[in-house]
C-alpha cells in the first residue's frame, strides 16, 4: 500500500510539473507577442498558442487526472500527504471541475479568438476604430455568457466570473463595497474640485523627458524596492503588464511617453509590486500551481501598494528626489520637493484608468463594473458601447471622451475575455490601504523607514507575510492572518481623506 501510495504520488507529481511547464512556455510566447513579436508572425504565432493550450487543457481534464483527483481526495491517501499536495489536489480539482465543463473544441476556438483578439484591439486602439473591435468583442462575450450556462452559477451571472479572480466576492457584496466608497469618495472629488488651487503638473508634460532616461530611473527604483534583476527583466509593451514564468523569471514592461513624465515610472512601479509578489513565493511551491498569487484582488494590492501608498508619499520621495534631479536637471529645474509631490497627487477626473489618480481610480473600475455586469446579462448590446461608456464617464466623472481610443477602447482586457478582473483594482485598493494600517504598526517608525529609502525591508515584510504563502492560503486567509480583519473598505476612505486634506488643506 506504501508503495502505491509513493509511486502513484510521484506520477501526480510529473502529471502537475506537466502542465506547469507547459504554462510557463506559453508565457514565454505571450510575452514575446506583446513586447515585439513581428505582425506578420501573429497569425501563426496564435496557432502555436491554440495547439499549447490545448494540450496544456487536455492534461488537466485527462482521466489520468480524474483518477488522482478520486484516489488522493480519499481520507486514507489523503492524510499522507503534505500540506503543499492536499492544497494542489483541491486547486487541481477546481480547474478539472472548471475545465471539464467546456468541450475541447470549443476552447481551442476561444484561445484562437482571445490571442488574434488583442492585436486587432491593438490596431482598432491606434486607428481610432470600435467596429473594426466590436465583431471580436461581441464573439468573446458569447463565449463567456455560454461558458457560465455550462459551469453554472449563483444568483447574478457575473458572480461566476468574480469568483474565479476573487473567491468568495460577488454582486452584492461589491455592490455594497461600492456605495460605502460612493458615499464618502465622491464628496472628496467635488470639494476638491471646486477648490481654486489646483497642484501645477505642467512640468510633467510641457518638457521632453527622454525615454532612455526614464528607463535608467525606473530601473534603479525597481532596484531599491528589491525587484531582482537577476529573476526578471523590464521591457516595453503598448500596455504596461507583468508575466510570471517561475519565480526566477518575472518580467515586467511599461510604456515610455516623452511627454508624460509620470506614466512609465508608476507603472514601473506598479508591475514591480506584482512582480516583487511572484519573486518571493515559496520554493516549496516551485512547479505546482500555487506558485502564484492567490487572487486578483491581493495581487493589485501589492502593486497599488508601491505604486500609491509608498510611490506617490513624500517620504519617498524626500529620499528620491535629489536622484531624479540629477537625471532630468533641467527638466525639473526651480521645482520643489513639495511641488513636485502635489504634482504627483493632483486629482483631477480624467479620461484614461491608468492614468487616473488615486481619488478618482474607482470610479472608473465602477463603470467597467456595471458595463460588464449589464453585458454578461445580455442588458446591452456591444455596438452600443462607446455611447454607453460616454455617457458614464459623463455621470461620474464629469468628463467625456473625444473619441474611442481614449474612450471604450482604452483597456486591453476585454479582447482577452478577462470579464470580472476589473473589480480586482479596486479590491487592491481596500486590501492595499487595511495592508498599510497594519504595516506601519510593525516597524518602529515606519515613515523614517521610508525617509532612509530602506523599501527592502517592507519588502521582507511583504515577503514574509505575504507573498511567500503564493496560492497556498486563500485571500481572505490572507488577509485574516495579516490585518485581523475581513475586507473593509473604510481604511481606504480614511487614508484617501487624511493624505488629500493635506495635500488640498481641506476641512473634512
Ligand atoms: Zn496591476
Avoid at 501589492?302 to 519617498?316: A, D, K
Avoid at 520643489?336 to 504634482?343: C, D, G, I, T, V
Avoid at 504627483?344 to 474607482?362: C, G, M, Q
Avoid at 455617457?391 to 471604450?408: H, I, Q, R, S
Wanted: glycine share 6%; proline share 4%; with cysteine.
Amino acid at each position: 500500500m506504501e508503495r502505491t501510495f509513493k509511486a502513484t504520488l510521484q506520477s501526480f507529481k510529473e502529471l502537475v510539473h506537466k502542465i506547469k511547464y507547459y504554462n510557463e512556455a506559453l508565457a514565454v510566447l505571450f510575452w514575446d507577442l506583446r513586447t515585439g513579436a513581428p505582425k506578420k508572425g501573429i497569425a501563426g504565432r496564435a496557432k502555436v498558442i491554440g495547439m499549447l493550450s490545448t494540450e496544456a487543457f487536455r492534461l488537466s481534464t485527462s482521466i489520468e487526472m480524474e483518477d488522482f483527483l478520486n484516489y488522493f481526495e480519499q481520507k486514507e491517501s489523503n492524510e499522507k500527504l503534505d500540506k503543499v499536495y492536499r492544497a494542489v489536489v483541491q486547486e487541481c480539482r477546481k480547474e478539472f471541475d472548471r475545465s471539464k465543463k467546456i468541450p475541447a473544441e470549443m476552447y481551442t476556438e476561444y484561445v484562437i479568438l482571445t490571442s488574434e483578439a488583442e492585436s486587432v484591439w491593438e490596431e482598432a486602439k491606434n486607428t481610432n476604430n470600435f467596429s473594426m473591435f466590436s465583431p471580436y468583442l461581441e464573439k468573446i462575450v458569447d463565449y463567456n455568457c455560454r461558458f457560465i450556462e455550462l459551469w453554472g452559477y449563483e444568483g447574478n451571472k457575473y458572480n461566476t466570473l468574480l469568483d474565479y479572480y476573487e473567491p468568495g466576492m460577488t454582486v452584492d457584496k461589491l455592490d455594497r463595497i461600492f456605495e460605502q466608497l460612493r458615499e464618502r469618495i465622491v464628496p472628496l472629488v467635488q470639494q476638491i474640485k471646486n477648490l481654486r488651487y489646483q497642484p501645477d503638473d505642467s512640468m510633467f508634460f510641457r518638457n521632453y523627458f527622454a525615454p532612455a532616461k526614464q528607463e535608467e530611473f525606473s530601473l534603479a527604483i525597481l532596484d531599491k524596492m528589491g525587484y531582482s534583476f537577476d529573476a526578471g527583466r523590464l521591457d516595453e509593451s503598448e500596455h504596461p503588464f507583468t508575466i510570471g514564468m517561475t519565480p526566477g523569471d518575472i518580467r515586467i514592461t511599461t510604456h515610455y511617453y516623452p511627454h508624460n513624465f509620470s506614466s512609465a515610472l508608476f507603472s514601473s512601479i506598479h508591475e514591480g509590486g506584482h512582480a516583487l509578489y511572484e519573486q518571493n513565493i515559496s520554493c516549496e511551491l516551485d512547479d505546482t500551481p500555487l506558485s502564484t498569487g492567490t487572487s486578483m484582488g491581493i495581487h493589485e494590492s501589492q502593486s497599488r501598494f508601491w505604486e500609491n501608498i509608498i510611490g506617490r508619499s513624500y517620504n519617498f520621495w524626500s529620499c528620491y528626489y535629489e536622484d531624479l534631479q540629477k537625471i532630468f536637471p533641467e527638466e525639473f529645474m526651480g521645482v520643489s520637493l513639495e511641488e513636485f509631490h502635489k504634482a504627483i497627487n493632483k486629482v483631477e477626473p480624467s479620461l484614461i484608468r491608468v492614468e487616473a489618480d488615486e481619488v478618482t481610480y474607482n470610479l472608473h473600475v465602477m463603470i467597467r463594473y456595471e458595463i460588464e455586469k449589464a453585458l454578461i446579462n445580455k442588458e446591452v448590446q456591444v455596438a452600443a458601447l462607446p455611447r454607453i461608456w460616454n455617457e458614464k464617464m459623463k455621470e461620474y466623472l464629469g468628463v467625456e471622451p473625444k473619441d474611442e481610443k481614449e474612450g471604450v477602447l482604452q483597456d486591453v482586457h476585454w479582447s482577452g475575455g478577462s470579464f470580472g478582473y476589473f473589480p480586482s483594482y479596486t479590491l487592491g485598493n481596500i486590501y492595499s490601504a487595511q495592508i498599510y494600517n497594519t504595516i506601519r504598526k510593525q516597524f518602529d517608525d515606519f515613515d523614517e523607514l521610508i525617509k532612509a529609502g530602506e523599501l527592502i525591508k517592507i519588502k521582507e515584510w511583504l515577503g514574509q507575510n505575504i507573498h511567500k504563502h503564493g496560492k497556498l492560503l486563500t485571500p481572505a486567509e490572507i488577509l485574516k492572518s495579516v490585518t485581523g480583519e475581513e475586507i473593509n473598505p473604510s481604511y481606504l476612505i480614511d487614508y484617501l481623506e487624511n493624505k488629500y486634506k493635506k495635500i488640498y488643506n481641506l476641512n473634512i
